[in-house]
């Protein structure tokens, strides 16, 4: 089966360029900052704000070339947002210069975390234009919390936002979701109700109807879903780790991450957003 053309991620970056990592634009933040692990999929355990020992002088991977072979998941799967880039210019335009490592570090992963609910609001003015003002005040505040200052970035606390932000992320997905399944019954799994956060790891849903689903937070592990249709499904925070995406149609999914793509196991055959490319690795 031809590729998509959607797919391609100049294309697909070029949807949102705000949000693409830019790394050859970075220092590497993420491979210092986070602290990581073998059993997520990272090449050593390392505690958080000690540079990756695959990091080089010049801020690049030495490994880049070889994650895929290499098995390291954790690497291949992570996304910024675009938050690495915009420090790292921040700090080399001289906009912000703290002395401090570990305050940058901390600012990183809360402008991080900022990134991502605008990459969500960005998801449901897409999908509910009937929210459109009150998402557009949320995102015009969020937006303006991205550019604070990295002392301030780095003790502030995102939660507040996140709650407000995900309110409405709730309302634009029980809205989308209702029109989605016209009526048609509530979703059953091995015969139960389809509840937020369901365990489905290992679980076969190649015949679910999973049109308009509620899979925030479902654990998705190594699930079959290989040939699903996912419109309309949202899929915030679900763990796409090893599940089986292959011919599924993801076009019309929300609130879907590159980096939840990242860590599935798709092929040429499925369908994304256009905004979402997919991995090289697939
Ligand atoms: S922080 Fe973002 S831009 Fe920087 S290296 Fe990591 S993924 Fe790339
Ligand atoms: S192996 Fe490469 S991508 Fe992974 S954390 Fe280390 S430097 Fe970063």
Known sequence: MPLDP?????????MRPEFSSACERCSGL????????????????????????????DSRCELHSTLAQRGLKGCIAFECFG????????????????QNTTLIFRAFLALRQLRELLWY?????????????????LQRETEALTTQPVEQMATFDVQPQRVKINTL???????????????????RIAGKPLQRGAD???????KADLVGANLRGAC????????????????????LRDAQVHGADMIGSLFLTQAQLNQAKGDAATRLPPHLFRPAHW
């Open 30 to 57: 993420c491979c210092v900052a986070l602290c990581f692990s073998t059993v997520d999929g990272f090449p050593y355990n390392k505690p958080d704000g000690e540079p990756c020992r695959h990091l080089q002088a």
């Open 200 to 206: 489905l790891a290992a679980a076969d849903l190649r």
């Open 220 to 239: 998705l592990i190594a699930a079959n879903m290989s040939n699903t249709k996912l419109f309309s499904a949202d899929l915030i925070g679900a763990d």
């Open 169 to 187: 992320l709730l309302q634009t997905s029980e809205l989308v979701r209702t029109a989605a399944r016209k009526g048609a019954p509530p979703i």
């Open 6 to 14: 959607t797919a391609n991620k100049a294309s697909a970056q070029a």
């Open 83 to 98: 938050a690495g880039q915009q420090l790292t210019q921040a700090r080399q335009n001289g906009q912000q210069t703290p």
């Open 121 to 137: 609001l960005r998801d449901a003015l897409d999908a509910a234009p009937m929210l459109r003002p009150q998402l557009l005040a």
